[in-house]
């Protein structure tokens, strides 16, 4: 491909969740800063919300980096799951063993290791990337989880991470048990205008780019285009370097973009 051309070590555009590439845009900061709090605090149920390629999978990835290694985790990427399914998927993530997974035995295993941790001064925390997908009965069996808590604390730290749907569907009058118990809520934005730049100067140098540049006047383009939306912006990017090698250009300029605009249109 074009990574030899360009001097590349890897390519600075995939479109996956890579924690090793992840840009400190001021909303990622204060999305990340909420998590945090809400674990340490023990909110019990944390909401993370945005649109389709605004990085929360990988916020998630990276959040698992953050929290102390002792601490249990358990990140669910696709619930799609029957709700005894979703608690056995925890309880397992949670490295617990059992003879049978009767709904009973799971719940009374899980309470047992989350008041050990507790007592352990460390913490539980279960995350669920593409929560907008969670059935109400879903939902209700992670409210259930939500109830194991001492009189003060609660013992499991729960956060649901999905797209703005998500809010939606917690308004429905059947679900609002669940969405009263939600004490940390976060609504991540695109990256802004002026960090556009800065994000793809930033993936580039992390693949190594020697021999490649984005002109200047390109990130108006660029923004425009992906409305600060990092997928976008990858998958605009990834063209723009395919065309430029094609074109024998190692100088990525807002005529190149533009033509690579049109054509993902
Ligand atoms: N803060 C960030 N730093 C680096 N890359 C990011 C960041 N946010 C998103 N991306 C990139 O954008 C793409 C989509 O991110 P993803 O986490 O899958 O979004 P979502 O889960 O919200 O749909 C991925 O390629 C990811 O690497
Ligand atoms: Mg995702």
Redesign the pocket.
Known sequence: MYLEYYGLKEAPFTVT?DTNLFFKSKHHQEALSALLYGIKERKGIILLTGE??T????L?KVLLKEIPPEFKTSLI?NPYFSPTQLLRAVVEDFGIGLKRYSKLDMVYALNQLLMDTFLNNSNAVLII??AQDLTPRQLEQIRLLSNLETERYKLLQIIL?GQPELREKLGLPSLRQIKQRISVSYHIFPLEKEEVEEYVNFRLELAGALNVKFEKDCFEYIYEFSKGIPRLINILCDRALLAGFAKNKRIIDSNLIRLCIEELK
């Open positions: 969740a389709v390629g990085g929360k999978t990988t998630c990427l990337d593409e991470v």
